[in-house]
């Protein structure tokens, strides 16, 4: 049984699960999800631009714009989304799932000023199946708070090479980025945080 780092309210914190040749690889895969599915400026249902550039690998990806959140089983330009690549699905397999795999693996990019509120991921049919989130390139002030809104928050620094897997109780629970470090980190060419998010869909 892999022993997470910490635990955070039910999160498990694996810190600096890959290696930094392995972050580099992941990198790589990902250049060419993004040359196949370029990132978009995705919009909240109210109208708001978010900070964050998305894209995605696998059967889904999450979009959201003016008609709502969900899941899509192509990009907004028309195509496909990317097969999710094979060293991201080895890590699912490893601290997730060798049951199923997942159907998506959200790519948010974010530049310095960019962040996430809070918020809870409920746009899948079956929460008995884990989250599991991967931190490349600039350290992120992650905060977790509780699966209802509101009450006592606690927040922790996620720094590149972090896997986060959210299952059970804590696959509910609000969370959210509040700030990037810009410079921490040279993985990226030209900086900034990617943070994968892989999960079962329906
Ligand atoms: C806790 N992404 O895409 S990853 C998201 O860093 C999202 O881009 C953030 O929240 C990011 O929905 C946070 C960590 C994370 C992801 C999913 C979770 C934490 C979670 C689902 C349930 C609980
Ligand atoms: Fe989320």
Redesign the pocket.
Known sequence: MTEPTLTLRG?AIYKGWLSPGVQAAMVEELRGVVAEAPLFAPVTPSGKPMS?RMTAAGRYGWVTDRRGYRYEPRHPDGMDWPAIPENVLAIWRTLASETRLPDCC?V?HYTQSAK?GL?Q?RDEADFSWP?L?V?LGDD?L?R?GNTTRGGPTESIWLNSGDV?V?GGA????Y???DRIRAGSSSLLRGGGRI?L?CRVVD
Do not use: E, K, P
């Open positions: 999160v964050v959200l948010n996430m918020h991921d989250v989130s931190s992120a992650f977790i986060l959210m804590a696959r509910l629970v969370h959210g980025i943070n998010t």
